[in-house]
């Protein structure tokens, strides 16, 4: 497995928690003893859909042990917000860079149910058992939740988001979760 910058893991942490107005000179000076990558370059904010930050970004660092620094800054504050720091790799960043902004492709037919609202510690049982009332076989679902949460188990149970495979089945999901909002 890689771990330089090109094509592999990289050396990453995702922050989560920063005030929205903060600038890649704030980043920096929080992670004052960690050596990131190509300055302010290395600090690459997530936007919203409309363009407004959305309090995370992708802090790239020259190395593992810069890395391990930066996770010992986690839930410290900045202001008056603490801050969150995970590990990340280049896979997810690129993910998340492409597809949040202002330029990121439709997300209507994406394949994904944005789940708002789950409790820290809902399981995938708990989202299957919520969508059992669909007549279509949830097997698809199940297996691609698991997936999701092997593979970005730091983005769970955060991310909000449960890949579906079958659009007829994002249909059925949509209209469940309607009907249920309707009966309170």
């Not at 997530?46 to 970004?57: D, K, L, Q, V």
């Not at 007549?135 to 199940?142: C, F, I, M």
């Amino acid at each position: 497995m890689m771990l330089g910058t090109e094509g592999g893991e990289g050396f990453v942490v995702k922050v989560r928690g920063l005030p929205w107005s903060c600038s890649a000179d704030e980043v920096q000076r929080f992670f004052s003893d960690c050596k990131i990558q190509n300055g302010a370059q290395g600090i690459r904010f997530i936007y919203t859909r409309e363009g407004r930050p959305s309090g995370e970004a992708f802090v790239e660092l020259e190395s593992e042990d810069e890395v391990k620094l930066a996770l010992k800054k986690d839930r410290e504050t900045m202001g008056h917000r603490y801050v969150e720091v995970f590990k990340s790799n280049n896979v997810e960043m690129d993910w998340v860079l492409k597809h949040t902004g202002p330029n990121s492709p439709d997300t209507a037919n994406d394949g994904f149910v944005r789940l708002r609202g789950l409790p820290f510690g809902c399981s995938k049982e708990e989202i299957v058992q919520f969508f059992s009332g669909i007549s279509k076989s949830l097997r698809a679902v199940e297996l691609k939740l698991e997936l999701t949460m092997i593979h970005h188990e730091n983005l769970w149970p955060c991310s909000d988001q449960v890949p579906v495979t079958d659009l007829g089945l994002a249909e059925g999901i949509t209209a469940l979760d309607e009907e249920r909002a309707l009966k309170g």
